[in-house]
């Protein structure tokens, strides 16, 4: 082979290589033809993995399948938990982390967000006739309260910084955690508003305190992979548009009534 050809081709194949390796997570997933969605599958109504079906469901269940048909690929979910879901979305498990995630600056640090979904806030949730006794912080954290929470998310977070005396449980199950407090082994839970409006119509004895009114302001967004402005955008763009079309609105109705 002539000196000058040879030169040409090495040249030629990195060249080749780059065009082939997907420039962005949208080409490489609408490369791929799937969409990897981290979801935690025990927070209603935004994920939950319904055991008799062996499948996900919910509004961000419904909304990812929703994204990943804007793209043009299929919807494929990959369990975590809030405990392991960082872990697992910047090691590379999914291409997006969807279910009711509220943005905090510690995950900031470590992914990007798309626009808000909503906006929510942390509230107490009790046994109806103790409403009156949990509606400040003051009335909570007591030594003779017990506060239960789930393992790993801004729940335990909250509550780690905000109670000194009030015992803290953990309870590993977030779909069997309100029972708890039904059964008297817990007095309340401090969760989003949005969850205690939902659990109060699930468990009848059950009520949630000033949801309208919640000890912190928080925003839930999805989950995305830092530094790709490609992806953000595009998911941003889907999502405005759903906000605006009534796609989310519906999709919403549907779980909430």
């Known amino acids: 082979m002539r000196p000058l050809l040879a030169a040409a081709l090495l040249i030629a194949l990195p060249i080749a290589a780059a065009r082939a390796e997907p420039a962005d997570r949208l080409a490489a997933v609408t490369q791929a033809g799937v969409l990897k969605i981290c979801t ?11 055991p008799a079906k062996n499948a996900f469901e919910g509004i961000d269940i419904d909304m990812a399948k929703d994204l990943a048909a804007a793209i043009g690929v299929k919807a494929e979910f990959v369990k975590t938990s809030w405990k392991t879901m960082m872990a697992d979305f910047t090691g590379g498990a999914c291409d997006v982390a969807m279910g009711g995630i509220s943005i905090t600056l510690p995950r ?26 949990f509606e400040t912080i003051t009335q909570i954290d ?12 801004t729940n335990e977070s909250f509550a780690r910084e905000t109670m000194k005396a009030a015992k803290i ?3 590993p ?3 069997k955690i309100f029972d708890e407090i039904l059964a008297g082994r817990a007095d309340l839970m401090i969760t989003d508003a949005s969850e205690t409006r939902l659990q109060q119509k699930l468990r009848p004895g059950l009520c949630a305190v000033h949801p309208d009114q919640p000890f912190t ?16 955008a595009f998911v941003d763009q889907w999502l405005h548009l759903r906000l605006h079309d009534g796609g989310y609105r519906k999709i919403s109705a549907a779980w909430l009534g």
């Open 40 to 50: 935690t599958g025990d927070y209603k109504p935004f994920t939950y993995l319904d």
């Open 108 to 133: 900031q640090k470590q992914a990007f967000f798309s626009v808000p979904v909503m906006v929510d806030g942390k509230t107490p949730i009790t046994r109806c006739e103790n409403v009156d006794k």
């Open 142 to 153: 007591r030594p003779d309260v017990t506060l239960v929470v789930n393992p790993g998310g």
């Open 169 to 171: 449980d953990l309870f």
């Open 173 to 175: 199950d977030n779909t």
């Open 217 to 232: 302001f928080a925003e839930k967004a999805y989950l995305l992979p830092q530094g790709d402005e490609v992806f953000k």
